[in-house]
């Protein structure tokens, strides 16, 4: 389940651990969406601030509710070079990645993203993540509207994973942070998320490849209507064959 502060993170601690008790109880994995407001390339030293500290806030109470994973919309490029934004969102993360030791369960995870004028191509995502030894946020779908239609076979998958597994290891693949839907996309890349039904998503093969290569992790399914299409997909993975 992901915890959506996607407005903003909230500030009740004794909350937070209520949360973590009946996610407990209930055997339930819970990932965190830090908040969209985040732009760690801008030029505006009091936005980049706010930025940072949004997403610190977002780890920091992730730790209390005990979720493993916060997935970051990191930067828009503002027609920058890449490799320029790069650095800039670097810089960022190192100050965050300073206090460690504030949510120290907590995976800090950069999220491939769906707009060409978002940084977050999964090469991005995935060598920023291997800088502060993190793992990224993939979302496949975002990836899908991106290339425009593409990366929906296995073939690509498979080459999705092999890329990941050589930049962030072998065994990374046990331990990853997915994101999983239909997706509506247009010259820009991403429009808006679908229902699996109703979107072009080669779903059914997709979880082939993930059972098939033993993907482990969490899977955080971001369609219009959550709870069909995850237990769509939930059921669909316990019953196929590996
Ligand atoms: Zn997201």
């Not at 390339?41 to 936005?47: C, I, L, Q, R, T």
């Not at 994973?69 to 800039?88: I, M, R, T, W």
């Not at 509207?145 to 072998?170: C, P, V």
Request: charged letters at 25%; one cysteine or more; a neutral charge.
């Amino acid at each position: 389940m992901e915890i959506e502060w996607v407005q903003r993170v909230p500030d009740h601690a004794e909350r937070m651990r209520e949360i973590r008790e009946v996610a407990e109880e209930l055997k339930i994995t819970m990932t965190v969406h830090a908040p969209y407001y985040v732009n760690l390339n801008s030029p505006d030293k009091a936005k980049l601030t706010a930025s940072k500290q949004r997403i610190l806030k977002a780890l920091q109470m992730a730790e209390v509710a005990g979720a493993r994973s916060v997935c970051v919309h990191a930067a828009f490029y503002l027609g920058q070079e890449p490799d320029n934004v790069y650095k800039n969102v670097y810089s960022a993360l190192k100050d965050i990645m300073k206090e460690k030791k504030k949510f120290p369960n907590v995976n800090l995870a950069i999220e491939t993203m769906g707009k060409h004028s978002q940084f977050g191509t999964l090469d991005e995502a995935l060598r920023m993540s291997k800088e502060f030894g993190n793992y990224p946020c993939v979302d496949f779908a975002h990836l899908h509207a991106r290339s425009h239609g593409k990366l929906n076979t296995a073939e690509e998958w498979n080459a999705m994973l092999d890329q990941y597994q050589e930049i962030l290891g072998k065994d990374s693949i046990k331990e990853m942070h997915i994101h999983y839907s239909g997706i509506n996309y247009g010259p820009s890349g991403e429009r808006n998320h679908l229902r699996l039904e109703h979107s072009d998503a080669n779903w059914k093969e997709f979880l082939k490849v993930l059972k098939k290569r033993k993907v482990g992790g969490v899977l955080v399914c971001e369609s219009p209507n959550v709870e069909l299409d995850t237990i769509l997909l939930a059921k669909t993975f316990v019953q196929m064959e590996s």
